[in-house]
C-alpha cells in the first residue's frame, strides 16, 4: 500500500515578487503553532534550491532565470518520479513554475498513462516566453506540459538561447508532450491576459469560475469535471493559493486577486478528485508570509486545507 511523502520545494525563482520560498516554512510554523504533529508523521524530501540566482541580472526579460527555473524544474521531475511510483507525492513548492516539473515527474514515472490535470488557481498559466507581458515562468508551466508555443499570438522576440531552453522546459523527463488540453480543467480563474483567453478558446478548456460554480452547485459542476477527466487514468491536483478570495483570506501571496474561493469550498473541489482514487500527487504553491497583512493566516488556511484533504488521501490509499 502506497504512503504520503512530502516532497520541499523552497524555490521562488520563476515569480516575480519574492517570498513565495518562504511558504513551505510559514506552512509549517502554522503546524507548529497549533500544536499540530502533521510534520513529524510523513517521510520528506528536502530539494536543493537555487534562489540566489536572483541576483544573477544576465537573464533574458521574456523567461526571467529560465536556465535556473529548467534546472529546479528538473530536480523536482526526478524527485516525483520517484517518489510516486511507491507513494502518494504531497508537494509544497513556493511559485507556480514548480508544477512543470512535478506533471513531468508524474509522465516520467508513467509515460504511457493518461494524465488529468485539475488546476485551481485565479491565473491561467498558459503563456509562453512569446506571449508573456511579465517574463515569469510561473505564468508559462502549463504552455510547457502541454508543449504549446502560442507563436501566432506573438508579442516578444525572443532570444535562440532563450527559445532552445524553452524547448528543454516541454522535453523535461521525456519527449512527449505531458498533457493535451482535453485532459485539463480549471477552477477559479479570473485574471488573465488576452493571449491566454484566446488560447482557452482555440483549446476548448474548461473553466469553473467561482459565480458559476456558486450559482449552478459545486456537486453538479464537479460531477460534469469529474466525466470531463473520466478517461485519465492518474490524476494531478494544482492548487495554488491565490484560487482564494484575497479580501476574505489574505494577500498573503504573489499575485492576490478578490472574488475568489474560499476555503471550505477549496477543500469540496480537491476531495472530489481524491476520491476517485486516481490523484497521485497534490502540490500547494504560492504562499508568500512576506505579503500576509494578517500574520500568518494565509498559510495558517493552506495548512488547514492540507489537513482536511490528507484525511481523504489517506482513505482513498486504504
Known sequence: MKTIKIIKNRSDIGAGTRGSDLGVDAIEIAAINQHNHYFNEYEYIDLETVNESIYNKDHNSFAKRISDVLGQCTRLSDAVTSTIKTNYAIVLSGDHSAALGTISGIKAAYPNKKLGVVWIDAHADIHSPYTS???????????????????????????????????????????????????????????????????ITEQGIKNYTVSEMRYRGFDKCLDEALARLASCDMIYISFDVDSMDCDYISHGT??????????????????????????????????????????????ETAFYVLENITKTIKTSLA
Not at 502541454?146 to 524553452?166: F, G, Y
Open 254 to 299: 504573489g499575485t492576490p486577486v478578490p472574488k475568489g474561493f474560499d476555503e471550505q469550498e477549496i477543500i469540496k473541489i480537491i476531495n472530489a478528485f481524491i476520491q476517485t482514487k486516481k490523484t497521485v500527487a497534490f502540490e500547494i504553491v504560492e504562499i508568500n508570509p512576506l505579503l500576509d497583512e494578517k500574520g500568518n493566516k494565509m498559510a
Open 133 to 199: 507581458p511579465s517574463g515569469n515562468i510561473h505564468g508559462m508551466p502549463l504552455a510547457a506540459a502541454m508543449a504549446m508555443d502560442n507563436t501566432h499570438l506573438q508579442i516578444n522576440e525572443v532570444s535562440k538561447n532563450t527559445a532552445s531552453l524553452w524547448n528543454n522546459m516541454k522535453t523535461i523527463g521525456n519527449d512527449s508532450i505531458k498533457l493535451q488540453a482535453d485532459d485539463l480543467v480549471y477552477f477559479g480563474v479570473r485574471a488573465t491576459e488576452k493571449p491566454e483567453d484566446q488560447i
